[in-house]
T-cell receptor, first 115, second 109 residues
Framework: EPEVTQTPSHQVTQMGQEVILRCVPISNHLYFYWYRQILGQKVEFLVS????????KSEIFDDQFSVERPDGSNFTLKIRSTKLEDSAMYFCASEPGGLAKNIQYFGAGTRLSVL | DAKTTQPPSMDCAEGRAANLPCNHS???????VYWYRQIHSQGPQYIIHGLKNNETNEMASLIITEDRKSSTLILPHATLRDTAVYYC??????????FGSGTRLLVRP
């Protein structure tokens, strides 16, 4: 069964460093998302991406964050200058669209630890 | 998108049915009810969704009341692997999922 793949599974970085979290969505899916979950808290929406552009973003997704789909398969989340409060699990999701609206398939996540 | 209310926790015995309720009294006519679950910090997993008719798939059944103000997710024969946090989400046209606190289901051996 096709699945969303995220790498790395765990990323440790120093405060102020840039990180790139990578995701390979399911082939032929049209909508892509990033969510995050701070330890012990709710899953929070960050950004949605469709047709090579951001379709919606949350207040969390400020100028420090960016997303890209550089080669038609990978979908990346970049944090330019990490802060301690960026430590969280980051989940990528993809959605086929059409009749399968809001049926999102999530990856296993990347645990980001900012020291 | 309509707000949902779920009990914070439930438990059931392995092999028995788990019935997870959700209240969504402010749901509007074109909003669907979606259920996802999250097993121990893994990525959330889609379970089922419906508009007004009851739905069943290989994972679960969804019963939506006639007035659509509440619904119940049924896991017919719960196993230990069904221990997870279950989220009821009501959505219309938004392409983002808004997760609440969900119901933590513990399946007891």
């Amino acid at each position: 069964e096709p699945e969303v793949t995220q790498t790395p599974s765990h990323q440790v970085t120093q405060m102020g460093q840039e990180v790139i979290l990578r995701c390979v969505p399911i082939s032929n899916h049209l909508y892509f998302y990033w969510y995050r979950q701070i330890l012990g808290q709710k899953v929070e929406f960050l950004v949605s991406f469709y047709n090579n552009e951001i379709s919606e973003k949350s207040e969390i997704f400020d100028d420090q964050f960016s997303v890209e789909r550089p080669d038609g398969s990978n979908f990346t989340l970049k944090i330019r200058s990490t802060k301690l409060e960026d430590s969280a699990m980051y989940f990528c999701a993809s959605e086929p669209g059409g009749l399968a609206k809001n049926i999102q398939y999530f990856g296993a996540g990347t645990r980001l630890s900012v020291l | 998108d309509a707000k949902t209310t779920q009990p914070p926790s439930m438990d059931c015995a392995e092999g028995r049915a788990a019935n997870l309720p959700c209240n969504h009294s402010t749901i509007s006519g074109n909003e669907y009810v979606y259920w996802y679950r999250q097993i121990h910090s893994q990525g959330p997993q889609y379970i089922i969704h419906g508009l007004k008719n009851n739905e069943t798939n290989e994972m679960a059944s969804l019963i939506i009341t006639e007035d659509r103000k509440s619904s119940t997710l049924i896991l017919p024969h719960a196993t230990l692997r069904d221990t997870a946090v279950y989220y009821c989400i009501v959505l219309d046209s938004s392409y983002k999922l808004i997760f609440g606190s969900g119901t933590r289901l513990l399946v007891r051996p």
